[in-house]
Every structure is written in structure tokens, then in C-alpha cells.
């Protein structure tokens, strides 16, 4: 019975470890937010069965970013990509990490807007993705590329 109750705890161990090894994401405050240059940068991510990837600069090198996640329901969309934020409540948000790789996970299907910029003002415009979750969809890594600021 013990060595049952240790193989069962250890499971539960590794399998969690290993979870937390596919999400590289890290934790942001309530407060934290993307930041963004001048511009807005509209993009359609399509379908995907989990939303996870990498954010970058335009050389291609990662980035320290906030992405932040809205449902993109019938009444979001009465409005454009770079307001919802302003009228949907955040459903959750993250961090990249030294990467610039990034996940989030437990959301359910349905239709979402990222709003993705740098975790400090430095000049490079902000993202506002559409993205569908699927989760019988296509499971792919997404590539944001935050481009300069004018």
C-alpha cells in the first residue's frame, strides 16, 4: 500500500515538473502590461490547438514581452482588435522568457485577441493578434514579429 501511495506521489511529481517544462512562460502581475511605439499592428493567427510560440525583434532575436489574452466573443466584435482591451476584462496574461518562447494554457476553445508588446516602452510597435483555439486544431509554434516604431 505505501509503495503504491510513493509510485502514485511520484507520478504526480514528474508529471507536474514535466508540465511546467513545456509552459516556459512566466507569471505576470495584474498590472504588468505590453507596451508598444506609435503604431498598431493588426495580425490573423488563425486556428491553432494551444497557444504557445516565440517573440521577437525584427532581427530575430527574442524579446521580454507581456501577451495578454481577451475573448473575442459577438460583442468584442463590434469593435476593433486594438479595443478590446479597453472593453473586454483580461482573461489572463504572461511573459516570455529569456527565449522569448511563450504558452498559455487551460484556455478553452473559442476566439481570442493577444495583445502583445515589450514588458518596457523600447521603440517597437505592439501586436494585436486574432487567434482561434481548436483544440483538435493544428498544433503549431507561432512567431511574432514586433517590428520599429516610427
Do not use: W
Request: one cysteine or more; glycine letters at 8%.
Amino acid at each position: 500500500m505505501i509503495k503504491a501511495l510513493a509510485s502514485i506521489l511520484l507520478l504526480t511529481v514528474l508529471s507536474s515538473a514535466a508540465q511546467k517544462t513545456d509552459c516556459p512562460s512566466r507569471t505576470v502581475s495584474k498590472d504588468a502590461r505590453p507596451h508598444g511605439a506609435n503604431e498598431v499592428v493588426e495580425i490573423d493567427l488563425g486556428t491553432v490547438r494551444k497557444i504557445h510560440g516565440q517573440v521577437i525583434d525584427p532581427s530575430g532575436e527574442p524579446v521580454d514581452a507581456v501577451i495578454e489574452v481577451y475573448r473575442y466573443g459577438k460583442t468584442a466584435k463590434e469593435y476593433e482588435l486594438y479595443q478590446i482591451s479597453q472593453v473586454q476584462k483580461r482573461q489572463t496574461a504572461c511573459a516570455t522568457d529569456k527565449d522569448g518562447k511563450f504558452c498559455l494554457a487551460g484556455l478553452s476553445s473559442g476566439s481570442y485577441v493577444l495583445v502583445i508588446g515589450t514588458r518596457e516602452p523600447d521603440g517597437l510597435n505592439g501586436v494585436f493578434a486574432r487567434v482561434t483555439i481548436n483544440h483538435e486544431g493544428e498544433d503549431k509554434d507561432l512567431e511574432i514579429k514586433l517590428s520599429l516604431g516610427t
